[in-house]
């Protein structure tokens, strides 16, 4: 029979502060009078004390509330505590609890046995009170602790993350405060000589033309040059020069066009003459992104050309900070172009006998009655399951090192969910990979969003 003598120098719980939580116990052992006398001693103590007879009984006690500490009788009916003990270990809803094993047995290999299946404690009966009284307190403290440790460690990830996240923000808010500067020093340089060239391609043409025409004018009056005119005709061939020229200027043209065109994507992508809030077409800013990265889709150093399907809904003009959105869709768009590339890479490397067309859709409809849906999907390389489950982590990159900052998807998402109260996903499936962003429908101005 247990030792009913207890040490005054015991801390009981009644003697922690009034509010403090009650610990509940809860004590499994077949015979019930052990069970009476120990749980008297400690509800004395001001534990909560609850009691099971078998191993079923504690399991369903413990399915009900989770108690904060198990005394567990080592030899039972049906099942053993050492059974017991190991059912609770490999649940991860339970294997916390810790378990102080009551025995009779004192060899040391049943020590050894209880504490290969996960108890924390083993205690040999006849046991004195005092002594299961501190072993409970030293448990529960070392618990305690734990948890405590538990909590800080979540606090120190979340400050991490915190941290990571505004390392993010500010690198890309000095990119793009860079590229601003640098855009409007190109458009300033660039626009100067181009509206020059492109205003005089036009008239230049007319002149040569003109001088073409004066030439067939002196062939046809003048049939019969001197010798030395005649031989310079033969030499440079005037038609071809003059067909050849027209082409020329033609290009020129073409290319003073382009020039323009890619000067205002530029501005239009960094929106230099905008601020704050503005209604934008979500269908003109992928235009102008997919203008920025026409060189990309058609990459003449490899002879790629990487096909875009559009299928673009009417839809209303969306109420958004323009600038971030155009950045957003340009990490994606360029995250997708950087797929594909991977994957033709892979296959020069591994070539394969199943035709592969390199692709890239974008979708823009009505989501539902009160959001936008821009779906961008391409057929690339794709990523493992790994990988995905780190898709939105500051600095995690699948790119090789040196060619990303692993940046691009954690600003693209804090942009669509922080700044516009969107969302943000990924999915893998066909082959394909595709995010979606899904813009709300709503005046942002009476939302209390900051710029970043």
């Known amino acids: 029979m247990p030792n009913a003598t207890l040490n005054p120098l015991c801390i009981s719980v009644s003697e922690q502060p009034p509010n403090s939580p009650r610990p509940d116990l809860l004590i499994v052992d077949d015979i019930p009078d052990n069970i009476r006398f120990l749980s008297k001693f400690l509800m004395a103590q001001g534990y909560e004390v609850r009691k099971a007879t078998s191993g079923a009984m504690a399991l369903r006690a413990i399915a009900a509330l989770m108690p904060d500490l198990i005394l567990l009788d080592v030899n039972m009916g049906e099942m053993s505590g050492y059974e017991l003990c190991t059912r609770l270990k490999t649940d991860p809803a339970t294997q916390h609890i810790p378990i102080i094993f009551l025995s009779a047995g004192s060899d040391t290999l049943d020590k050894v046995q209880a504490f290969k299946v ?39 990830r979340q400050t991490l993350e915190d941290l990571k996240r505004a390392q993010a923000s500010l690198i890309q808010q000095e990119k793009m405060s860079t590229l601003k500067k640098v855009v409007a020093g190109v458009a300033h340089e660039v626009n100067n000589p181009l509206s020059f060239i492109a205003g005089n391609v036009e008239p230049a043409r007319q002149y040569v033309q003109t001088l073409v025409e004066l030439s067939h004018l002196y062939q046809q009056h003048y049939p019969d040059p001197p010798a030395a005119i005649r031989d310079f005709q033969t030499e440079v061939d005037l038609d071809f020069v003059a067909e050849d020229l027209n082409k020329i200027l033609r290009s020129m043209k073409t290319g003073a066009a382009r020039i323009k065109t890619v000067v205002s994507a530029l501005r239009s992508f960094t929106h ?7 209604r934008i077409s979500l269908q003109d800013t992928v235009e102008t992104v997919l203008t920025l990265l026409r060189y990309r889709l058609e990459n003449r150093s490899t002879g790629t050309t990487i096909q875009v399907r559009k299928h673009y809904q009417s839809i209303p003009p969306v109420n958004c900070y323009a600038e971030q959105i155009s950045q957003a869709i340009f990490n994606l768009l360029v995250n997708a172009v950087d797929a594909v590339e991977a994957k033709l890479d892979h296959l020069e490397k591994n070539p394969s006998e199943v035709p592969y067309t390199p692709e890239i859709v974008i979708t823009i409809r009505q989501g ?7 779906q961008i999907q391409d057929n690339g390389i794709g990523l493992s399951q790994e990988k995905q489950s780190r898709l939105f982590e500051p600095f995690f990159s699948t790119k090789p090192a040196g060619k990303g900052l692993g940046l691009g998807l954690v600003t693209a ?40």
């Open 118 to 156: 996960g108890g924390s404690d083993y205690i040999t009966k006849p046991f004195q009170l005092e002594e299961v009284l501190v072993r409970i307190q030293t448990q529960l403290t070392l618990r305690s602790l734990q948890e405590s440790q538990k909590i800080q460690n979540q606090k120190l």
């Open 272 to 278: 230099l003459d905008e601020a704050g809030l503005k």
């Open 368 to 374: 539902s009655e009160r959001c936008i849906l821009l």
């Open 413 to 452: 998402r804090r942009i669509i969910e922080e700044q516009h109260y969107g969302q943000l996903t990924y999915a893998f499936e066909d082959h394909c990979t595709t995010f979606s962003i899904s813009i709300p429908i709503s005046d942002l101005a009476l939302s209390p969003v900051s710029r970043p």
